[in-house]
């Protein structure tokens, strides 16, 4: 676990050069030769040799751990009443600090504020700061290669002796009760027992044999049509290439084996996603506003409410059963329709990828067609999208002191001719409008906009934003700027460039071929993003304005993550208002 923990190449946040940067810093700024940080294979035979003597582990234990009296004992109790007492000790220092002013000094504060006003409107002096221009940017994006081999994706790539096997599974057509279970079903892969082995068993055999096996969905649009859905049932894992014989098996017998009848397990993992699910609603509102916002929408983005939205968290919530938690005949129903729901996948023919050194050798594509022998396939995903339906503008209302604001527009799909104008057009919008008005002057810690052709929608949001009516104005207004822009080269210039790095951002050789061979089973490959990012290149200011007046001009879907307290202040009609 330690080789392949130190082994695995990551980077796909950011480019990976700079993931080698950040590993190589941390010794170096304590003096040490930085270089054995990023090839630890010295210090893993040392460490080998060292490990293998009789009680090594144990002393280690001991010493550092158990006999160490360096310690600290913590306690976090919630406090229901912190941001009432927050809230009102910055009015009364504010009220403190305002009183005591002189008129000298609240003339030299109106000036301030004047002046501070007079700075953020005006536009940025940016002619000292190096240059790129569109001639700059290459002519095409690097992708990763690959090839099929006797049934079976191979990717060869630089992964440091780590191979990686990825699984497509096409969503069928689901009920209501398989479709709620199946954020759940995803959780459970890899973390319940599989054959005559019960889940405790199971995470020690997987952690014998690899570094991980994992699920998740990857649901988005048809690049031709943005009401049709490409659905998809993904399962990794990885492990080190000297041990595929090992790992090759472990999905296939997930899938043919695996058990929900561990009842007390089942209520662990129910409960770990609705705990997981209310802590990101205070660090990731955002996400939940604009999942509620498309909820009306139809097409993909409407699953994202249901399946890790708000609604997912009611659902989690009733089924979770109060605080003595769900009963045996509740987590018996739930685990026979886990049963169900992945019997009926286990049917659908998948498509397997390699990836890796060793990814073309043919003794590990070999070992992975025996393990799925007989299931290997192509087939398109049959999961309808639902239809778009007409809602009204909501606030979920939670104890927070900030609020996270979200306009959702329904957009076209990738292929469409405004595509390339709106993907500008978002940053636009971001740099050039909605920076300014939510975070400089409206106090928010972030407000963008964004085209995502994977979701059909055109967003706006802010983050950690004190407002809330006021946003909303900033968008409407935002929304009308963007239909009357300039024709003014560096503008346009900035924001192409803005998409271009989106488009072209490199992950890790492993990420890389992940990315290309999941964007395959959902028709967005090369193929389509080459013509999209060229035709980006050639947008121009009355496109944009063109593409932002037919998409953009309405009044769009809206909801927001808020206090009790905002939503009262704001007094927004036709408003729904909902208590988290």
């Known amino acids: 676990q330690l080789e392949l923990a130190r082994r695995e190449i990551s980077g796909d946040h950011y480019p990976f050069g700079l993931d080698l940067c950040l590993r190589a810093i941390y010794a170096w700024n304590h003096g040490a030769d930085p270089l054995p940080f990023l090839d630890q294979s010295a210090q893993l035979a040392a460490l080998r040799r060292r490990a293998g003597r009789p009680g090594w582990a144990a002393e280690r234990v001991r010493d550092l751990l158990i006999e160490n009296p360096h310690r600290v004992l913590a306690f976090a109790r919630p406090d229901v009443e912190f941001h009432r007492r927050a809230e009102a000790s910055q009015r009364a220092?504010?009220?403190?600090?305002?009183?005591?002013?002189?008129?000298?000094?609240r003339a030299r504060l109106t000036a301030a504020a004047a002046e501070l006003a007079r700075r953020q409107a005006a536009p940025e002096d940016v002619t000292s700061l190096p240059?790129?221009?569109l001639a700059d940017v290459p002519r095409d994006r690097p992708w990763a290669t690959g090839g099929e081999r006797g049934g079976v994706h191979a990717f060869v790539t630089g992964t440091?002796?780590?191979l990686h096997q990825v699984v497509a599974i096409p969503l069928p057509e689901f009920s209501a009760d398989e479709l709620d279970l199946l954020p759940l079903l995803t959780h459970a892969i890899g973390n319940v027992g599989v054959a005559g082995r019960g889940y405790a068993e199971q995470a020690a055999y997987l952690n014998a044999r690899c570094g991980g096996l994992w699920a998740w969905t990857d649901l988005a649009c048809d690049p031709d049509d943005a009401a049709r859905a490409h659905a998809w049932l993904l399962i990794e894992c990885k492990g080190l290439a000297t041990r595929h014989a090992d790992c090759a098996p472990l999905i296939a017998e997930t899938l043919?084996?695996?058990?929900?009848?561990?009842?007390?397990?089942?209520?662990?993992?129910?409960?770990?996603?609705?705990?997981?699910?209310q802590e990101r609603v205070a660090s990731h509102g955002t996400r939940f506003a604009v999942a509620a916002a498309a909820r009306g929408l139809g097409g993909p983005a409407a699953f994202s409410h249901?399946?890790?939205?708000?609604?997912?968290?009611?659902?989690?919530?009733?089924?979770?059963?109060?605080e003595d938690g769900p009963g045996d005949a509740d987590l018996a129903r739930i685990g026979a329709g886990l049963d169900r729901l992945l019997a009926r996948l286990r049917l659908q023919p998948r498509t397997v990828a390699m990836v890796g050194d060793a990814a073309g050798r043919d003794e590990a594509l070999a070992a992975i067609r025996a393990a799925h022998a007989g299931r290997l396939g192509n087939a398109a995903s049959s999961l309808s999208a639902p239809a778009p339906v007409t809602v009204e503008p909501i606030a979920f209302t939670t104890a927070t002191a900030v609020q996270y604001n979200a306009l959702v527009h329904a957009a076209p799909a990738l292929s469409h001719a405004d595509a390339p104008a709106l993907a500008v057009a978002a940053q636009y919008l971001s740099h050039g409008y909605l920076h300014q008005h939510v975070r400089e002057q409206g106090g928010a810690y972030g407000g963008s906009a964004r085209y995502s052709p994977a979701s059909g929608m055109f967003v706006l949001d802010s983050y950690r934003d004190p407002r809330l009516a006021g946003t909303y104005a900033d968008f409407a207004a935002g929304l009308r700027w963007l239909q009357a822009i300039p024709d003014d080269e560096r503008p346009l210039r900035e924001a192409i460039l803005a998409v271009i790095a989106g488009v072209d951002t490199p992950a890790s050789p492993a990420g890389e071929a992940k990315a290309r061979f999941i964007a395959?089973?959902?028709?967005s490959g090369p193929e389509r993003i080459n013509p999209f990012r060229a035709a980006v290149l050639a947008v121009t200011p009355a496109e944009v304005r063109a593409?932002?007046?037919?998409?953009?001009?309405?009044?769009?879907?809206?909801a927001s993550v808020a206090s009790a307290a905002a939503v009262a202040v704001a007094a927004m009609p036709g408003w729904r208002v909902e208590a988290i």
Do not use: M, S, Y
């Open 131 to 133: 240059e790129l221009g």
């Open 256 to 277: 043919d084996r695996q058990r929900h009848d561990e009842l007390p397990r089942l209520a662990e993992l129910i409960d770990q996603e609705l705990q997981r699910l």
């Open 547 to 558: 593409a932002a007046a037919r998409w953009l001009a309405g009044p769009g879907h809206a």
């Open 306 to 322: 249901r399946l890790h939205g708000f609604e997912r968290l009611t659902w989690l919530k009733r089924i979770a059963g109060g």
């Open 520 to 523: 395959e089973r959902k028709r």
């Open 160 to 162: 440091n002796g780590v």
């Open 93 to 105: 220092a504010v009220t403190a600090e305002t009183t005591a002013l002189d008129d000298a000094a």
